[in-house]
């Protein structure tokens, strides 16, 4: 089934630990984000890539890494978690950058 | 002002009737719109996009979007227990690039059997 792969599902991380959540689709999408979304702060983009190979900072990129070394993949890294990182992570793609946006499941990540 | 504004309700509607949410946005800029709905717990998935001044109908939804008085509404029409979800806009201010999709916080819709 075509779509987006978010893993891992829920993770519960200690503070200072290293984490990557991975995303991969397979609809040969260009265009990729990541976002968390929090009660009463709703979606707010982390990072986003126009293409492979370029990426780019959204609206709350601090603590947060990602890469996009081809079409189908693009993983965001917290190098050294902390508590306000606790927060449900959706990957997305969209076919061009006027397009609708497709999610991936989700991640739900608690960091003690 | 935030840029995309939503009221967060809750909404409640009685079964059958027609549900209308509403979403305002601050760039005159802005290009294209979208509505999702999320359930608890779930992704937001697509209902609609619109990119044109008018109405957009799809089965039992409509987008209507007025770029004068930058808003953009989502009626449910024969509103049903199953559509009891957030629902949020999205609106992609002008220019170019991905990141310029910005969601409102959501409304909350129950639809009451």
């Known amino acids: 089934i075509a779509g987006i792969t978010q893993a891992p599902t829920s993770q519960i991380l200690a503070a200072g630990r290293r984490m990557t959540l991975r995303c991969t689709q397979d609809m040969r999408h260009n265009a990729m984000y990541w976002y968390r979304q929090d009660l009463g702060l709703g979606l707010r983009l982390i990072h986003y890539?126009?293409?492979?190979?370029?990426?780019g900072k959204g609206e709350v990129p601090d603590g947060y890494s990602v890469s996009r070394a081809n079409t189908d993949d693009f993983p965001l890294t917290l190098a050294s978690a902390v508590p306000s990182q606790t927060s449900v992570y959706f990957c997305?793609?969209?076919?061009?950058?006027?397009?609708?946006?497709?999610f991936g499941n989700g991640t739900r990540l608690t960091v003690t | 002002q935030k840029e995309v504004e939503q009221n967060s309700g809750p909404l409640s509607v009685p079964e059958g009737a027609i549900a209308s949410l509403n979403c305002t946005y601050s760039d005159r800029g802005s290009q294209s719109f979208f509505w999702y709905r999320q359930y608890s717990g779930k992704s937001p998935e697509l209902i609609m996009f619109?990119?044109?001044?008018g109405d957009k109908e799809d089965g039992r939804f409509t987008a209507q979007l007025n770029k004068a008085s930058q808003y953009v509404s989502l009626l449910i029409r024969d509103s049903q227990p199953s559509d009891s979800a957030t629902y949020l806009c999205a609106v992609r201010h002008g220019g170019q690039g991905a990141q310029k999709l910005v969601f409102g916080q959501g409304t909350r819709l129950t639809i009451n059997p």
């Open positions: 890539s126009n293409t492979a190979g370029t990426t």
């Open positions: 619109i990119y044109s001044n």
């Open positions: 997305a793609s969209s076919e061009a950058d006027n397009s609708p946006l497709h």
